[in-house]
């Protein structure tokens, strides 16, 4: 098949960790590169964000990512990108005129907009189009309240999307219910999880050396729905059942907390320093994926509390790692880890219970040992990048199929009259 990827702000070429880079920009990579294995062609459409990148970057042979000129070519906050995206769905248009693909996957809402202008464009009929929405705005406006940054016509375009979107690709059970209460016929909606590079994320292999007796790492885009203040706040409480030789190590944003840092940063580092923590926490920043096998399997646990999460990949790492993992029971993370089995859900904002849970496997080198293996067995089990690309697979192929049957019906209708 030739399959056009649409990801209006998550490139598959962008460093992670800033806050608009993170799972998405990994999905759409990994899916990308794990189709193309399978002899698929795939072009990723995506908005240049810098006047120096090339219009075409060939990735691997049948894989290259296509930058589009769509608003200005810097760093756009993702909320601030709708006025552009009729521009990105006429670059995609024109460039379907050259090649047309069989199937377009949309990935985000404004990504599913441009994706189903563009399959408009031509004068044949429509090219059908699977959308991953990645996060809802329903859930977000539901958790964040007057802090969504989202553009207000996300109330009735992200739905829209769904509705005409041909097929949905959901990544975790909890989103089909969200689906469901959007209106969206879930009749049309397949799963396929997120994924991880078990090859390179595995529990074999040099670890980072830590400062202190244990190590409890967050990983991220540093945005308060993220519930890092909650695993600050846990590390506290640690201290007070017994293990004050605890440090977290967070990784994601600018690495500093001065004037420059992101904005939660400086949030996080006065929350640790009011808390007595400021010699416990370290902000690393960025850090090169190289990098991050060792970084792992230098913690003790992998600590994820968000408000909610689409799906998550950081525990997936962890997991395959052969790292326990504390987990928030929101959206993804629910079905990921499993709980007394690969690692500990506790609730969202609840720092007394992530305490609890992290006093229960510091205190056990057996149990976090037991719960690290069965992570990487579950991560290889159902989490391979093969294996989510060939569930999407299937998914193109049910809408394609879907497509063919309703133009047969149309063809033999057409012929009774």
């Given at each position: 098949?030739?399959?056009?990827?649409?990801?209006?702000?998550?490139s598959?070429?962008?460093?992670?960790?800033?806050?608009?880079?993170?799972?998405?920009?990994?999905h759409?990579?990994?899916?990308?590169?794990?189709l193309?294995?399978?002899?698929?062609?795939?072009?990723v459409y995506?908005r240049r964000d810098?006047?120096?990148?090339?219009?075409?970057?060939?990735?691997q042979?049948?894989?290259?990512?296509v930058?589009?000129?769509?608003?200005?070519?810097?760093?756009v906050?993702?909320?601030?990108l709708?006025?552009?995206?009729?521009?990105?769905?006429?670059?995609?248009?024109?460039?379907?005129?050259?090649?047309?693909?069989?199937?377009?996957h949309?990935?985000?809402?404004?990504?599913?907009?441009?994706?189903?202008?563009?399959?408009?464009?031509?004068?044949?009929?429509?090219?059908?189009?699977?959308?991953t929405?990645h996060?809802?705005?329903?859930?977000?406006?539901?958790?964040?309240?007057?802090?969504?940054?989202?553009?207000?016509?996300?109330?009735?375009?992200?739905p829209?999307?769904?509705?005409?979107?041909?097929?949905?690709?959901?990544?975790?059970?909890?989103?089909?219910?969200?689906?469901?209460?959007m209106g969206i016929?879930?009749?049309?909606?397949?799963?396929?999880?997120?994924?991880?590079a078990?090859?390179?994320?595995?529990?074999?292999?040099?670890?980072?050396t830590?400062?202190?007796?244990?190590?409890?790492?967050?990983?991220?885009?540093l945005?308060?729905?993220?519930?890092v203040d909650?695993?600050i706040q846990?590390?506290?409480?640690?201290?007070d059942?017994?293990f004050?030789?605890?440090?977290?190590?967070?990784?994601?944003?600018?690495?500093?907390?001065?004037s420059?840092?992101?904005?939660?940063?400086?949030?996080?580092?006065?929350?640790?320093?009011?808390?007595?923590?400021?010699?416990h926490v370290?902000?690393q920043?960025?850090?090169?994926?190289?990098?991050?096998p060792?970084?792992?399997?230098?913690?003790?646990?992998?600590?994820?509390?968000p408000?909610?999460?689409?799906?998550?990949?950081?525990?997936?790492?962890?997991?395959?790692?052969?790292?326990p993992?504390?987990?928030a029971?929101?959206?993804g993370?629910a079905?990921?880890?499993?709980?007394?089995?690969?690692?500990?859900?506790?609730?969202?904002?609840?720092?007394?219970a992530?305490?609890?849970?992290?006093?229960?496997l510091?205190s056990?080198?057996?149990?976090r040992?037991?719960?690290?293996?069965a992570?990487?067995?579950?991560?290889?089990?159902?989490?391979?990048?093969?294996?989510?690309?060939?569930?999407?697979?299937?998914?193109?192929?049910?809408?394609?199929?879907?497509?063919?049957?309703?133009?047969s019906?149309?063809?033999?209708?057409?012929?009774?009259?």
């Amino acid at each position: 098949m030739r399959i056009a990827m649409v990801s209006e702000h998550a490139s598959p070429l962008a460093a992670l960790g800033g806050v608009d880079a993170g799972g998405q920009n990994v999905h759409v990579a990994a899916l990308s590169a794990a189709l193309a294995r399978r002899g698929h062609d795939i072009r990723v459409y995506t908005r240049r964000d810098d006047p120096a990148l090339p219009e075409r970057v060939r990735v691997q042979p049948r894989l290259e990512v296509v930058h589009v000129n769509a608003g200005p070519p810097c760093e756009v906050p993702k909320d601030e990108l709708l006025p552009f995206i009729g521009d990105l769905a006429t670059g995609i248009g024109r460039d379907f005129e050259t090649v047309a693909p069989d199937i377009v996957h949309a990935h985000f809402w404004m990504s599913g907009l441009a994706a189903l202008e563009a399959a408009s464009a031509g004068t044949g009929p429509r090219v059908p189009v699977v959308q991953t929405f990645h996060a809802l705005g329903t859930v977000k406006r539901r958790h964040q309240g007057l802090a969504d940054t989202s553009p207000e016509e996300r109330r009735w375009l992200e739905p829209a999307v769904g509705r005409s979107a041909d097929r949905i690709i959901a990544t975790c059970s909890d989103e089909v219910f969200e689906l469901k209460a959007m209106g969206i016929d879930v009749a049309k909606v397949s799963i396929a999880p997120c994924g991880v590079a078990l090859e390179f994320f595995t529990p074999v292999g040099t670890a980072a050396t830590g400062k202190r007796r244990h190590r409890i790492l967050s990983v991220g885009r540093l945005v308060p729905r993220k519930g890092v203040d909650t695993v600050i706040q846990a590390l506290a409480l640690l201290r007070d059942k017994g293990f004050p030789d605890t440090e977290l190590l967070i990784v994601g944003g600018k690495g500093n907390t001065g004037s420059d840092a992101d904005p939660e940063a400086r949030r996080l580092a006065l929350l640790a320093a009011e808390l007595g923590l400021g010699e416990h926490v370290t902000f690393q920043g960025q850090v090169p994926r190289e990098d991050m096998p060792g970084i792992f399997r230098s913690a003790d646990a992998v600590v994820c509390t968000p408000w909610y999460e689409p799906f998550g990949i950081v525990p997936l790492e962890a997991m395959a790692c052969g790292i326990p993992v504390v987990a928030a029971a929101v959206g993804g993370l629910a079905d990921t880890v499993l709980d007394n089995a690969t690692g500990i859900h506790v609730p969202p904002r609840a720092p007394e219970a992530t305490a609890d849970a992290l006093a229960m496997l510091l205190s056990s080198p057996q149990l976090r040992q037991e719960f690290g293996a069965a992570g990487r067995t579950r991560a290889a089990a159902r989490y391979s990048w093969d294996r989510v690309a060939a569930d999407s697979e299937k998914a193109y192929r049910l809408t394609l199929a879907a497509r063919a049957a309703g133009s047969s019906a149309a063809a033999l209708k057409g012929a009774a009259l």
